[in-house]
């Protein structure tokens, strides 16, 4: 298991804006939409479904809009891997902030384990929180950085998220990838 390295995961968000900037303008809009219209019940499989696209294109394949709604495939695990990892970061930054800080990491990295095939949401948290707590520091700081990044277009009168908002959803998948080497790590 490797730290992920910040500068890459941005890289990584920024040339994957570039190549396809559409299908992410998209994709980032139909998350938004779909997770805010289900009150966040839907957010891990769009979640799911976006690293999946994103695993895609990583891989040299040429994805499309329809690939986002891939996390359906798995509802049950993308539902509890992200809604209780969530929780459990949310309950983190109750109790003085940085706790939650020092966990946000545990989201991504459980929707990145079920997006790469993992069937069990419970189990792609136990696997995510392994890999983040052997990488607590770097993780936190990726995480924060790359999250920063992508709030960052919302200065712009709210309009500019919808170019750095898919930036940070590329990175974090890279982060995932990098701190579970490839979805292998703590299998």
């Known amino acids: 298991m490797a730290a992920p390295d910040i500068g890459t995961c941005l890289t990584a968000g920024v040339n994957g804006l570039k190549n396809n900037f559409v299908t992410h303008l998209i994709c980032t809009i139909l998350v938004g939409v779909i997770t805010n219209i289900s009150f966040g019940l839907l957010a891990g499989p769009m979640m799911v479904g976006y690293m999946r696209l994103i ?7 040429k994805p499309e809009i329809g690939d986002l709604f891939k996390g359906f495939d ?3 695990p993308a539902l509890l891997a992200v809604l209780l990892s969530s929780i459990a970061v949310g309950i983190g930054f109750a ?4 706790p939650g800080l020092l966990i946000m990491a545990l989201t991504p990295v459980a929707a990145y384990f079920v ?4 069937k069990d949401g419970v189990n792609a948290i136990k696997r995510a929180w392994t890999v983040v707590k052997d990488n ?3 993780a ?14 919302a200065i712009l009168f709210g309009v500019g998220i919808f170019l750095t908002l898919p930036i940070a959803f590329i990175g974090m998948y890279h982060m995932a990838k990098q701190l579970t080497n490839g979805g292998t790590a703590a299998a």
């Open 55 to 61: 695993k895609l294109e990583d891989e040299g394949c």
């Open 74 to 76: 798995d509802f049950v």
């Open 95 to 98: 109790l003085c902030v940085i």
């Open 115 to 118: 997006a790469t095939g993992e």
């Open 136 to 138: 607590l520091i770097p």
């Open 140 to 153: 936190c700081l990726c995480t924060l950085i790359v999250g920063i990044v992508g709030c960052l277009g």
